[in-house]
């Protein structure tokens, strides 16, 4: 079935330094919804994805679409230590019935040191 | 917070019990989705449910069921319980069940199998 691949596993930065996650996948993503999780804590939507070269931008966090929508990213600049968790990224296709179910990366955990 | 409240927050149960594990969904959502998350991974579909009736289902066993109750509440059920069935169970609710509807989690219940 549909698989996304996100890289980095993990990812240390100091404070104030950039972090950029990257989501991939061999086949057309639908869209793209990135979720952030705090340690001990549960996902949280940051933003949605749909058209192809799709451009967001959250304060510090940019979040882009691939043009063959077959890959997206989150770019946070200048990390603080509010930042620290798991981001996944999540695909969504049509699963019949008319049902959408979200297909999860495995999360870049994100650790900043101060 | 989500709105979304699950119970309960952790459980203990031997190999081979049977487990409930609840939700209530935001209110005015109709659509309730289950996931699965061992430690280190992503969220893993389980199944979906829309207007009380199942909606889509992920790669997992009969063994796991479920339930939606007329005001959108919702219940997972999980019978003969294997160590790998260790985990975080969350549960999402979103008002429909269309692409780009952004899912609302709830902090979660961890089993613990032993």
């Known amino acids: 079935g549909q698989q996304v691949m996100q890289i980095p596993q993990y990812q240390h930065v100091q404070e104030g330094e950039d972090f950029t996650t990257y989501c991939n996948s061999s086949t057309t993503l639908s869209n793209i919804q990135w979720y952030k999780q705090r340690p001990g804590g549960h996902p949280v939507f940051l933003i949605q994805l749909v058209k192809s070269g799709e451009v967001k931008k959250q304060k510090r966090l940019t979040f882009q679409f691939g043009e063959a929508k077959k890959n997206s990213s989150l770019h946070i600049t200048a990390t603080q230590t509010t930042d620290v968790g798991t981001y996944f990224c999540a695909d969504q296709p049509y699963s019949g019935a008319g049902s959408y179910q979200l297909t999860f990366g495995k999360g870049t955990k994100l650790s900043v040191i101060p | 917070e989500t709105g979304v409240t699950q119970s309960p927050t952790h459980l203990i149960k031997t190999r081979g019990q049977q487990v409930t594990l609840r939700c209530s969904s935001q209110?005015?959502?109709?659509?309730v989705s289950w996931y699965q998350q061992a430690l280190g991974q992503g969220p893993q579909f389980i199944f979906q449910?829309?207007?009380?009736?199942?909606?889509g289902r992920g790669n997992f066993p009969p063994r796991f069921s479920g339930l939606q109750f007329p005001n959108y509440s919702s219940e997972l059920n999980v019978n003969a319980l294997e160590l790998d069935d260790s985990a975080l169970y969350l549960c999402?609710?979103?008002?429909?069940?269309?692409?780009?509807?952004?899912?609302?989690f709830g902090q979660g219940t961890r089993l613990t199998v032993v």
């Open positions: 999402a609710s979103s008002l429909g069940r269309g692409q780009g509807t952004e899912a609302f």
């Open positions: 449910y829309y207007r009380e009736e199942e909606n």
């Open positions: 209110s005015g959502h109709n659509t």
